[in-house]
């Protein structure tokens, strides 16, 4: 007898026998699936709009195994073993994400005030959406990369019910401030608070761009909360003894490369007296040298500076290939850091707007990343401490 009161029969579906109990489900019951489905969990009650089509409508079995593939959807358990041959279909259900995103819908009250709000989110920075336009109505949508719904029991954490998380809380408060000044004067201005410091480790700010609707802006105190933390290095040279290896070829350029890598060295710190120039013919003797240099032991960084100028023949792929792997391998088998400041150019005039006139100076960034690489080489010696 089933716990609906039915008599459980072999007519009542395929593989159920007389006399044997089904699993209770309220409010009707399941007798036993065909043998060949494996048998039900008895712990666990099927969910009540399979048994309500089972015992209603009579349901094949094979239609109740379709439905019971398909509940996960609805975020309901299996309350059974499945055959093997559905056994790979499981997860494909099990792990669907349901909730796409979240949207809060807020009235301006006016078209003025929808376009001061459309045109506020604008200028700070927020992305477009979609948004729409109908007869009756239109819509602004702004989008952020992460959003949270919360609920607060206690103190509230701010004077809105909206909060947005920035990066740069100080330039947001700044535009906030032209574009409300830009848009109603002093008085305007007045809707926006000074950022403070909150309870909860953060800074905040409130700003009201229209009259009715305010809305939070906050960043963490702590600037690495939320990030992982890297361990980098710093970029002061104090201390520090470095190698410059120059190429006396295209010399009009290698020489605007060395005053830029002498003045990232000095301006960091490090003494004129602990800095050692070597000239060499050209880019192919950089790599003899800096490993000459490093073997020495005297310093603690090499920076390589060169300049390659592609030609009518093959030369210059020939060169700059061993240039690089000389440099690199000099650096890994001594474990002396070694900057790669050798420019491999189309022309003279991509080379000479590398070395100062127009894209930065490349031998400055290289004496630079050699700073670096020295600090990070001792803090990594310690053990990661800063």
């Excluded at 409010?27 to 048998?39: I, Q």
Aim: proline share 7%; aromatic share 8%.
């Amino acid at each position: 007898m089933c716990g609906s009161g039915l008599q459980c029969s072999a007519g009542l579906l395929p593989g159920c026998r007389a006399g044997v109990h089904a699993r209770t489900c309220s409010p009707l019951n399941l007798c036993c699936p065909a043998p060949e489905w494996g048998t039900w969990d008895t712990t666990k009650p099927l969910p009540p709009p399979t048994c309500q089509l089972a015992h209603s409508f009579n349901v094949p079995y094979s239609f109740l195994a379709t439905l019971c593939l398909l509940v996960p959807l609805f975020t309901w358990s299996p309350p059974f073993s499945f055959p093997r041959s559905l056994v790979p279909l499981v997860p494909v259900f099990y792990n669907l994400p349901m909730i796409k995103g979240i949207s809060f819908l807020r009235p301006a009250g006016s078209a003025a005030a929808y376009d001061r709000l459309a045109g506020f989110f604008a200028a700070l920075g927020f992305e477009r959406g979609k948004g729409w336009q109908q007869e009756d109505s239109r819509g602004a949508s702004f989008l952020a990369s992460l959003g949270n719904l919360e609920f607060v029991d206690g103190k509230f954490p701010s004077t809105a019910d909206v909060l947005v998380e920035v990066t740069s809380l100080d330039s947001i408060h700044q535009a906030a401030e032209a574009w409300l000044r830009a848009h109603g004067g002093d008085a305007a201005v007045a809707r926006l608070s000074p950022i403070a410091e909150t309870h909860w480790r953060s800074r905040l700010f409130t700003v009201e761009p229209e009259p009715g609707h305010r809305f939070s802006f906050w960043a963490w105190s702590d600037p690495v909360k939320g990030k992982p933390v890297a361990l980098e290095g710093d970029l002061s040279a104090e201390g520090m003894k470095f190698a410059i290896v120059v190429s006396r070829w295209n010399a009009v350029v290698t020489d605007r490369l060395l005053d830029g890598a002498l003045d990232a060295l000095m301006r960091s710190g490090a003494d004129r007296s602990d800095i050692e120039i070597v000239r060499v013919p050209g880019a192919w003797e950089i790599p003899a040298a800096t490993r000459a240099c490093a073997n020495q032991g005297r310093v603690h960084a090499i920076v390589a500076l060169g300049c390659l100028l592609r030609g009518e023949t093959a030369h210059y792929e020939a060169i700059y290939n061993e240039v690089a792997r000389g440099i690199g391998q000099s650096q890994q088998e001594t474990g002396i850091p070694h900057s790669f400041g050798v420019l491999t150019c189309e022309s003279l005039e991509q080379a000479l707007n590398r070395a100062g006139i127009k894209g930065g100076n490349k031998g400055f960034e290289a004496a630079a990343a050699a700073i670096e690489m020295v600090s990070l080489k001792r803090k990594l010696e310690q053990g990661g401490r800063d």
